[in-house]
């Protein structure tokens, strides 16, 4: 999915799917070139699937999908786009790491689909470039991978590197490539078809609005949950928020058990917290960093808010997931 391609036609591009991928990121970036094909009424676009062994692949959802051809090839490929979903970096390896160095060394453009970019991190591709990940990924990213840079749009677009947030994103990013190699009507044509409603650029919104998320529109309320999100590894004292909110301490107690059920400082620990699961069951980091990286001073703190709100304690919860 590259912004600069050869006018020959089909043009190719690659999947590469791992264990556990998204079926929904997948689907949702084919779907659209296979449209495309159908309205112009000539091969635009073609696809071969990858896998690591060459064997069917089981996605997140149970569902398993042939594939083409074992990783290996391929190296002509324009594009290839790495589709991963839960726990990417399991399905390292180094076979896999010398292909994709191969591919790029050959020219491929080398891209993520929701997960994906973890692959590319690890293997160390993506330095001096911006990734978008799934906003419930992207601190988990962020941490693992710090001198990355990163967005929250939905996808994003380079000369070499591509990738989106997955999901229903992956159908904007195959949307914009269409627009941008075919023109704006095919892609609005190929939209129509999908029934998606427009044509969303990469700085629409991965998640909904706060107001819609919270049920509300109390501007206050909204900004107060906002400075709670942005302030998680570094949090904002109760009186703090309420100033920035432009309310009383009093007011933010009312607000937050009026709209949201619960108090202010019940809200932003459950907010801590679970970041620090995902954080635990996503990543190596040492529990007592994982703490830190959540707003805790101590692991002793960090283990009794994680215990009395998820009922085990941080080292059992990652024992779980493993």
């Given amino acids: 999915m590259r912004l600069h391609y050869s006018d020959s036609l089909p043009e190719r591009v690659g999947f590469l799917l791992l264990p556990r991928f998204s079926m929904m990121a997948f689907f949702s970036a084919v779907e659209p070139l296979r449209i495309a094909n159908r309205i112009s009424g000539q091969p635009l676009f073609e696809w071969t699937l990858f896998s690591c062994d060459g064997e069917p692949v089981t996605a997140s959802n149970g569902m398993t999908l042939l594939v083409d051809q074992p990783m290996g090839g391929g190296l002509d490929l324009p594009s290839l786009a790495v589709c991963s979903g839960f726990e990417p970096e399991d399905h390292l390896s180094r076979a896999l790491i010398s292909w994709l160095h191969r591919l790029d060394q050959a020219g491929c453009a080398l891209g993520g689909l929701d997960t994906g970019g973890f692959i590319l991190a690890a293997a160390q591709l993506l330095k001096g470039e911006r990734v978008t ?99 998680l590894e570094e949090p904002l004292s109760l009186a703090d928020i309420a100033q920035r909110s432009g309310v009383s301490s009093r007011q933010l107690q009312r607000l937050f058990e009026y709209h949201l059920h619960q108090t202010p400082r019940q809200w932003y620990l459950s907010l801590r917290l679970a970041r620090a699961k995902r954080l635990l069951t996503e990543t190596d980091m040492e529990i007592l960093a994982v703490g830190i990286a959540c707003g805790f001073a101590s692991s002793s703190s960090f283990a009794r808010a994680f215990r009395t709100h998820f009922g085990c304690s941080p080292r059992a919860s990652r024992s779980d997931c493993s």
């Fill in 133 to 231: 990940l799934h906003w419930e990924s992207l601190p988990v990213f962020r941490e693992r991978f710090p001198t990355v840079e990163t967005s929250d749009e939905l996808f994003e677009l380079g000369e070499r590197r591509f990738s989106c947030a997955g999901g229903a994103a992956a159908m904007d990013m195959a949307l914009a490539v269409i627009a941008k190699r075919h023109g704006t009507k095919l892609a609005v044509d190929v939209s129509e078809q999908l029934i998606h409603e427009r044509l969303r650029s990469r700085h629409d919104q991965q998640r909904m609005t706060l107001a819609r998320r919270l049920g509300t529109h109390n501007r206050r309320l909204i900004e107060a949950v906002a400075l709670m999100e942005r302030h």
